[in-house]
């Protein structure tokens, strides 16, 4: 009878250990397979971003490009349209600006007759460029006084340009002299040309001709 009941408590024994065994085993499976799971979701998850994002990409490029098409499509259209719209006044700021000219010009012209104008319009001679008039004061009268250069102005353009600057440094530095030029006679000139001109003759001359100049 003892026997009996050590044998059970022997097996009892074993089928716990083998229970627990079981157990522990299931136990690691099921973490092994739970380890797998999450690592496989992870792999797709990876793999779904990277399809996605290759997806959003693509579409973006395709999205900006087409935006891109758009707006260059607008921004020639409305450059046309602002062209039109702006021609005639282009026009008109050009022929404005013509006749501005225009009238500077003949205002120079008429200056030296002007109220204001404080010298003889006789002693007065337009040049254009680079001053605007030269004044020989006195001179009409057989009395000259000065010579004075002008740059003429009108309306708010004051601001002189940098050729203008320059002459008028000069001048105000004292840096002006005058000078003869000595120009031959016509007549002196016409005698050095022929002298010229017959030497030339002579040196093309053929030299097995002898002393016959060439004929013209």
């Known amino acids: ?3 009996f ?3 059970l408590a022997v097996g009892i024994v074993i089928l716990l ?6 157990e522990r ?23 779904a971003e990277a399809y996605w994002k290759a997806q959003f990409e693509d579409w973006k490029s395709r999205e900006i490009e087409t935006l891109k098409q758009s707006i260059d499509q607008q921004y020639k259209a409305a450059l046309e349209q602002w062209k039109l719209e702006v021609e005639e006044e282009i026009r008109q700021d050009a022929t404005k600006r013509s006749k501005s000219v225009m009238l500077g010009q003949i205002t120079e012209h008429l200056v030296p007759f ?9 002693d007065a001679r337009f040049l254009g460029t680079p001053v605007d ?19 003429v102005k009108s309306g708010s353009s004051k601001q002189l340009t940098q ?7 000069i001048i105000m530095d004292k840096h002006v002299c005058w000078e003869l030029f000595y120009q031959p006679s016509t007549e002196l ?15 093309d001359t053929d030299p097995d001709a002898g002393e016959n100049p060439t004929e013209l």
């Open 163 to 169: 050729r203008e600057r320059q002459v008028r440094d």
């Open 5 to 7: 009941l050590i044998g």
């Open 25 to 47: 085993d299931l136990e690691r499976t099921r973490r092994e397979l739970y380890q797998q799971y999450e690592n496989q979701l992870r792999e797709n998850q990876f793999r």
């Open 17 to 22: 250990f083998f229970r627990l065994a079981f």
């Open 133 to 151: 008039l030269i004044v020989f004061d006195g001179l009409s009268d057989g009395q000259l006084k000065q010579v004075v250069f002008i740059e």
């Open 114 to 122: 002007l109220p204001d104008f404080k010298y003889n319009p006789k």
């Open 1 to 3: 009878m003892w026997w």
């Open 189 to 203: 000139l016409t005698q050095e040309n022929q002298i010229t001109f017959d030497i030339d003759i002579f040196s």
